[in-house]
T-cell receptor, first 113, second 114 residues
């Protein structure tokens, strides 16, 4: 089946630094989604990307849908302590008869003051 | 986005028993899903909950172990049957609303099996 490789697995950064993480797939997707999960909570949707090459921002977050449709990256600028959490990429492939979201392995972000 | 609630939020259960998790959405949604997240892991799709028909299960998950109901467009249940410690996980309800490609998650049910 499809697999999403997400890197890095974890990051320790200082407050104010920029963060970059990415996902690569063995297959193409129609949509790329980025989620953040806080401890004890469900994942929260941050950004959705719908077109190859699309670059989308949401506040300090910027994400891009790769031209090949097999990869995506998420950048966080000027990190703050509340950015701590686990970030998941997810690829969506809607074949018409089935709709399935495949998740990446996650990037654990820790921010130090 | 849809507001999704799950009950219970957490539970501790004995081996061999069953637990039913409820998922309620504040609006009608086209699709509902159930995921499992084992400790320190990513999310794995268990099944798609189909309204008015049997759920569609992913490889490795079977109806006898994880029976699912979806009586209407806003509610679904997942039962974890004959539990063992390996079933200790977070179980998450997820929905697709309007746009076919944006998917939202409930807060999860944290299950511990002793």
């Amino acid at each position: 089946g499809q697999q999403l490789n997400q890197s890095p697995q974890s990051m320790f950064i200082q407050e104010g630094e920029d963060v970059s993480m990415n996902c690569t797939s063995s297959s193409i997707f129609n949509t790329w989604l980025w989620y953040k999960q806080d401890p004890g909570e469900g994942p929260v949707l941050l950004i959705a990307l719908y077109k190859a090459g699309e670059l989308t921002s949401n506040g300090r977050l910027t994400a891009q849908f790769g031209i090949t449709r097999k990869d995506s990256f998420l950048n966080i600028s000027a990190s703050i302590p509340s950015d701590v959490g686990i970030y998941f990429c997810a690829g969506h492939l809607n074949t018409g008869t089935a709709s399935k979201l495949t998740f990446g392995t996650g990037t654990r972000l820790q921010v130090t003051l | 986005s849809a507001v999704i609630s799950q009950k219970p939020s957490r539970d501790i259960c004995q081996r061999g028993t069953s637990l039913t998790i409820q998922c309620q959405v504040d609006s009608q949604v086209t699709m509902m899903f159930w995921y499992r997240q084992q400790p320190g892991q990513s999310l794995t799709l268990i099944a798609t909950a189909n309204q008015g028909s049997e759920a569609t299960y992913e490889s490795g998950f079977v109806i006898d172990k994880f029976p699912i109901s979806r009586p209407n467009l806003t509610f679904s249940t997942l039962t974890v049957s004959n539990m063992s410690p390996e079933d200790s996980s977070i179980y998450l309800c997820s929905v697709v609303q309007e746009s076919y490609n944006e998917q939202f998650f409930g807060p999860g049910t944290r299950l511990t099996v002793l």
